[in-house]
């Protein structure tokens, strides 16, 4: 994956994983955009590859929810950018800061550039 991101962005991956490492115990929130889908498969092939990851995919646009049940010890890797529930999905995320802590969920979102602005300005509280 290296080859397709600059020194910066190669830095803060390292600094996600390091997170990674440090979350074991309580939520974590990582919010990610890429401009192409040949760019989102890379991301998320990366971060499959890690052993505390794992691949959700939403049955609902109350993903929140669903992942209230599963097991909260690993990351779940949630590649949003070709979804076609995003804008429900994006609502549901709006509000979802405390459901996140409670369940202590850890999660990875991956967004198209335009859904993550869009979600930026409408739910800040996620980016606090």
């Avoid at 440090?22 to 955009?33: G, T």
């Avoid at 993903?63 to 909260?72: F, K, R, T, V």
């Avoid at 429900?88 to 602005?117: P, S, V």
């Amino acid at each position: 994956m290296k080859e397709h991101l600059t020194s910066s962005e190669n830095i803060a991956f390292r600094n996600i994983e390091r997170i990674m490492r440090l979350r074991k115990s309580s939520s974590a929130l990582f919010l990610l955009s890429t401009n192409t889908q040949r760019l989102s498969s890379i991301f998320e092939k990366h971060f499959l590859e890690l052993e505390s990851t794992k691949s959700f995919t939403p049955q609902s646009s109350n993903l929140l929810y669903e992942l209230s049940s599963y097991d909260n010890s690993f990351f779940y890797f949630i590649n949003l950018y070709a979804n076609n529930d995003i804008e429900a999905i994006m609502k549901t995320l709006q509000f979802g800061r405390d459901f996140i802590a409670q369940y202590k969920l850890k999660l990875i979102f991956l967004f198209d550039a335009e859904h993550y602005q869009k979600l930026q300005e409408n739910a800040y509280d996620l980016f606090s």
